[in-house]
């Protein structure tokens, strides 16, 4: 064919220098417009008619590549096949120059291809329910990691014109610089494998690391970070290697059990803590919630008097029902009846040691929801009928003294104080 073009040339009486330099200027527009038109014809005709297919189809892994874009950059190789076939018509300089850059090219296509093919991978495998308990995200970028690294050392020998082997041989003396620029994914792999193996975090997850400001939940786990949604709907990204260096709170235990815990006190005023007399036990009884309560403890307590000749005249003396005691009952039986309340899960009413603030009752129990509008609104239901019924048992709530408190001891205040003053006067 060159032979030819170059002869219809001569014979129009052109130079065959000249002619011959035409040649390759209209060979390289030729090949220019044919690797065009494939380029064109494969987005335009062949793409589409696949991605017909793939979309009308009942499988959902080819959607997922097709989302991914895994066809659509192979569809780049086309022209550069087309290119590299044409080469021999060049110049062997020329021609030597095509190879290098269309080697190079496919290289780097076929790189972001298999990165494509990697994240339609990792897409794939999160459809299925194991992936919540055992990502693969990271061992993906790792893989990612190789493939770019393995590419950039075939296009370099491929531009310097050595062996690939060379370069890698000569890494080995590098070893020390490449392990500081990937020092972070390198732990960030071992960090993965530990998270994996060990099923500490998993997406989904709710996590607390105050060192960070991270509680919220788990959103992404990548092969260098951990990405954290908190609750104020901001992100918190910490290094996946911390999580397993650092201490961390993971609360999917108490997702999984169906409770979420209640530890809250109400401190008594001490000073309104007293045996109960006989009104108190007959106004008691009338309650719902105590009324067997009552009976069991006076029959055990008079049986106990009784049986050790206990001189009941005297307060001290013996066994008696408290108000502190008989409010720690109710509470008690209340929370066993509330049906907020995990009946399978530990519940009591204790007292902690008194202190500066009064007397702690604490109310230990488990939620029936995980949830924390719902946790809330039962917690808040409960605590709200306590402090209601505390004065019932002739109890007071302790609280620090306010204004109003200062006025019932008739303190005036500076003017109060002025107005004595000149009184005196």
């Not at 400001?213 to 104020?232: E, H, M, P, R, W």
């Not at 009552?294 to 005297?314: F, L, P």
């Not at 109710?330 to 530990?346: A, Q, T």
Request: proline share 3%; charged share 20%; hydrophobic share 45%.
């Amino acid at each position: 064919m060159r032979e030819y073009i170059l002869n219809v040339l001569t014979g129009y009486g052109m130079n065959s220098e000249i002619a011959n330099y035409l040649f390759y200027i209209l060979m390289a527009v030729f090949v220019g417009l044919v690797s065009f038109m494939a380029n064109l014809i494969t987005k335009k005709v062949i793409l589409k008619i696949l991605a017909h297919y793939i979309r009308n189809n009942r499988f959902k892994w080819d959607t997922i590549m097709l989302e991914r874009r895994v066809f659509q950059r192979m569809s780049h190789i086309v022209p550069a096949i087309i290119i590299y076939a044409f080469a021999p018509v060049f110049p062997e300089n020329v021609e030597a120059k095509i190879y290098t850059g269309v080697t190079v090219y496919i290289t780097l296509v076929v790189m972001f291809v298999i990165s494509a093919f990697l994240n339609s991978v990792n897409d794939i495998y999160n459809n299925f329910e194991i992936s919540k308990t055992r990502p693969i995200k990271g061992f993906i970028q790792i893989v990612k990691v190789f493939v770019f690294v393995i590419g950039g050392i075939l296009i370099i020998a491929e531009i310097i014109g050595q062996n690939p082997l060379v370069l890698l041989g000569g890494l080995g003396a590098l070893s020390a610089v490449v392990l500081l620029i990937f020092q972070d994914s390198i732990l960030g792999l071992v960090a993965g494998i530990q998270l994996s193996s060990n099923d500490m975090v998993r997406v989904g997850d709710w996590i607390e690391m105050s060192n960070y400001g991270a509680d919220g939940y788990v959103i992404d786990i990548s092969l260098n970070t951990v990405k954290v949604q908190n609750f104020d709907k901001t992100i918190t990204t910490i290094p996946t290697y911390k999580l397993v260096s650092d201490s961390l709170k993971n609360w999917r235990g108490m997702v999984e059990t169906g409770g979420r815990r209640i530890k809250r006190s109400v401190y008594i005023d001490t000073s309104s803590i007293t045996f109960c007399t006989d009104e108190m036990i007959d106004e008691f009884k009338k309650i719902h919630y105590l009324k067997d309560h009552i009976m069991k403890k006076q029959k055990e307590i008079a049986e106990y008097n009784k049986k050790n000749n206990i001189d009941a005249s005297v307060k001290v003396n013996g066994r008696r029902l408290t108000n502190i005691g008989v409010f720690r009952a109710y509470v008690s039986n209340y929370l066993k009846n509330h049906p907020g309340i995990n009946k399978n899960m530990i519940q009591m009413v204790r007292q902690l040691p008194p202190g500066e603030y009064g007397l702690p009752i604490e109310v230990y129990a488990f939620t029936k929801t995980t949830n924390w509008v719902e946790y809330e609104g039962i917690q808040a239901d409960i605590f709200d009928h306590i402090l209601a019924v505390v004065p019932e048992f002739k109890l007071k709530v302790f609280q620090n003294p306010t204004g109003y408190d200062f006025r019932s001891f008739g303190y005036k205040g500076v003017s109060g104080m002025d107005n004595a003053i000149d009184n005196r006067n």
